[in-house]
């Protein structure tokens, strides 16, 4: 599967975006995906997650009661909604996505095998 993410931009503190994963190839809903992001000189982490075949859904502490992450199947995309936006959001986020994956591995990113490019969220203060 081919991922495509797309969506960041810059944005005030407070704002909200939507990225946008989209897949070509496999039908997504048979893949967990997960967001991650990475800020300059930091690692990557895990940001959400999404269980392949309409599973459950997981977040980082950072992104509890801010971020969304939801799935069309009919797009085969998956979506974050990011609301209540803050200046340490400011990464750039990756989509992922892979099969092997169940609720306890699900932040690991390295158990992940297909990647999209990136795209840069950076939040104003």
């Known amino acids: 599967v081919q991922l495509q993410a797309f969506g960041g931009g810059l944005v005030q503190a407070g704002g909200s975006l939507r990225l946008s994963c989209a897949a070509s190839?496999?039908?997504?809903?048979?893949?967990?995906t997960g967001w991650f992001r990475q800020a300059p000189g930091k690692e990557r982490e895990f940001v959400a997650g999404?269980?392949?075949?309409?599973?459950?859904?997981f977040y980082a502490d950072s992104a509890k009661g801010r971020f969304t992450v939801s799935r069309d199947n009919a797009k085969n995309t998956v979506y974050l909604q990011m609301n209540s936006l803050k200046p340490e959001d400011t990464a750039v986020y990756y989509c992922?996505?892979?099969?092997?994956?169940?609720?306890?591995?699900?932040?690991?990113?390295?158990?992940?095998?297909?990647w999209g490019q990136g795209t840069q969220v950076t939040v104003s203060s």
């Open positions: 992922a996505a892979g099969t092997n994956l169940i609720y306890s591995t699900v932040t690991m990113s390295p158990l992940y095998p297909h």
């Open positions: 190839g496999r039908t997504f809903g048979t893949y967990t």
């Open positions: 999404l269980l392949r075949n309409g599973g459950s859904v």
